[in-house]
């Protein structure tokens, strides 16, 4: 029996649905505010992107 050969070129990938879906990146909340440099001492700006333990929130919670 002969085998069937098959056609890689005429195949075509399907693209996922979440790739389709996802959302645009956030953008950066601080270049959004126009500042330049983060000081580590300025508790105010960083309290929302560190936990009340101390641990620094991940880029794709906090943007």
Avoid at 12 to 38: M, N, Q, V
């Amino acid at each position: 029996m002969q085998k069937k050969r098959r056609r890689p070129h005429l195949r075509r990938k399907r693209i996922p649905t979440s790739i389709l879906l996802r959302s645009k990146r956030k953008l950066c909340p601080f270049k959004e505010a126009g500042i330049d440099r983060i000081d580590y001492k300025d508790v105010e700006l960083l309290k929302d992107y560190v936990t009340q333990g101390g641990k620094i929130i991940p880029s794709r919670i906090s943007g």
